[in-house]
């Protein structure tokens, strides 16, 4: 579980309540709308995932774009995440900044019209 050390421990305890609250619903018209928990980037290139929420195993759920203008909405392994390494040993961050209120709905409508993620 090297991929933690992307999240702050306060990021990653809210992404997995998220997904503990979204699995009695899942699939239901009371699925939950959550805003983005936190932005994950590529300090070197384009890449940037909006998460809402994570499974104890690093299975997060989100808005993600590789940097290929094409966001989507879908799972990514964190494991993934961490596994790549950048120009001197960068690796994938959180960005301690980020906040929102929107709904994942809106981030993904939004930046599917601009191409990429604005956050």
């Given at each position: 579980m090297d991929w933690l050390r992307m999240l702050r421990s306060e990021t990653a305890q809210r992404l997995i309540l998220n997904h503990q609250?979204?699995?009695p619903v899942k699939g239901t018209p009371d699925e939950i709308d959550f805003p983005p928990v936190c932005?994950?980037?590529?300090?070197?290139?384009?890449?940037?995932?909006?998460?809402?929420?994570?499974?104890?195993?690093?299975?997060?759920f989100g808005?993600?774009?590789?940097?290929?203008?094409?966001p989507e909405l879908g799972h990514v392994s964190l494991d993934e995440l961490w596994g790549i390494k950048g120009p001197g040993g960068l690796?994938?961050?959180?960005d301690?900044?980020?906040?929102?209120?929107?709904?994942?709905?809106?981030?993904?409508?939004?930046?599917?019209?601009q191409g990429y993620i604005n956050a």
């Open positions: 609250k979204q699995q932005k994950l980037f590529v300090p070197w290139a384009a890449g940037t995932w909006l998460l809402t929420e994570m499974d104890e195993d690093g299975l997060a808005l993600c774009d590789i940097g290929h203008q094409c690796r994938v961050e959180e301690i900044h980020f906040r929102s209120d929107e709904p994942i709905s809106k981030w993904a409508t939004r930046s599917r019209e």
